[in-house]
């Protein structure tokens, strides 16, 4: 906590998993990981995609090495033996590398066959659906993407950050230009493994020439282009396909068709369905684009001042979402008991007069938002992410009875059952008994 702010990254460090989620992994197994938001896109029909699938140099290639390859001995790692790969790059134009590829995306896609030793054509024919079609593009890329592993582009440290590179490309559809690429790759290579001075000035100055490299080939997979602007943008391919990736990593990425249901919708209707799990955050942008600033604000904050902490939560990921141009009906809100802390805090952020918050402010914060986990389902949970447990949580369940805060009793039975830390149960199971004691006020009613 710092400025009279709460910071909600600090109670993400204190607060374990809960009972519908499975335990944490042990430290050094567990991989930290954060849902992001991307921009809604605009796909191309599916119908057009599928048919631009075998012209994709790569899949193209692909399907030349099948019908070249016949039926022949394949070498003990299951590709072709050195005199025939080599023969195979000659006769079909292809460097090693490519080569490489091209196999692993036959055999994978069932183009060949590896059976006994020999390599023969597969059981898949290009005559396919369109859904199916597209089912062997994702599996195409995805097979594309496993490479980095394993050095697909020839550059380690673009290898390394490449589905953040695709990600940023993927974010920005009118392109990216390529030095803005290498200024954001320099950058997260820095804060991600601090190289020294010495070796930060080799790789800066290697970067450039590697990464044309690899947008080359990345080129050649079928996933990015170069627009008319000579910027770095994906193919409508490559929207698809690193789209189907994000999802995958549970990240929200909606279409722009999925987005536009929910923009015509009342606060009350947006804020129900953040809480049900049908709208994710991805649904805000749009919804807020079709309203005056302060008019939003105002109907959120309404809802908010009397609702449950599970729209609390939903309504605060909308406000966060608004500039100073709302600060009129967020300053008003410092006279509802609910909402106070929360418009001080959004007040603060925005380096906009406010009142400080006291320690217990901070602490209602915290049970406030351990209580929307309680309303919230769906993606519009997973908000929250898996704190640490430990010391603080352990002095933050102490003086949750304090605060007055009508979810306190639920939230601290809920510590008490879910969490592993047998400290906190204990530590939550007393404080629970100790607000109970004290008339500690009733739980606000939970959504049926």
Known sequence: MANNVFDLAELRKLIDEQAAVPPRPPEETRVEHEALTFPPVLLAPDADLARAVPAVPLVADAIRLTAWTGSRQAGADGHLSEADAAAAAQELGLVPTRLRLAWIVAVNAGLLRIAGGRASRGPLSMRLTVEATLELWDGVVMDVLDRADEGLTGSAVVDVHLAEML???????????????ARGILQSHEVAFAPGPVEMRRIAAA???????????????????QTAAGRTALTPLGVWAIRRDLLREGHDAPTAAEVQVFADLSAAELVEALVKGSATQSAVAGWL????????????????????????????????ELGPEAEQPVREALDHPLMRRYAASW????DLEAP????????????DSLAALMHLSGPAAGRLDT?????????????????????????LDMLATAHDDQAVVKAARKAAMKAR?????????RPR
Request: hydrophobic fraction near 45%; charge should be negative.
């Open 387 to 411: 704190p640490e447990p430990g010391e603080d949580l352990i002095k933050l369940v102490g003086e949750m009875p304090a605060v007055g805060h009508p979810d306190t009793i639920a939230v």
């Open 289 to 320: 684009e079709r309203r005056p600033p302060e008019s939003a604000a105002r109907d959120l904050i309404e809802i908010a001042a009397s609702g449950t902490a599970g729209q609390r939560g939903a309504v605060g990921a909308i406000l966060e």
């Open 167 to 181: 990600a940023t490309i993927y974010s920005v559809r009118s392109g990216v230009a390529v030095a803005n690429l």
């Open 347 to 350: 007040l603060h952020i925005r």
């Open 356 to 367: 400080p918050l006291s320690p217990a402010d901070h602490t209602w914060i915290a049970v």
């Open 437 to 445: 004691s004290v008339g500690h006020p009733r739980p606000a009613a």
């Open 207 to 225: 970067l450039p020439a590697e990464l044309l490299d690899a947008l080359a080939l990345l080129a050649y997979c079928g996933l990015v282009e």
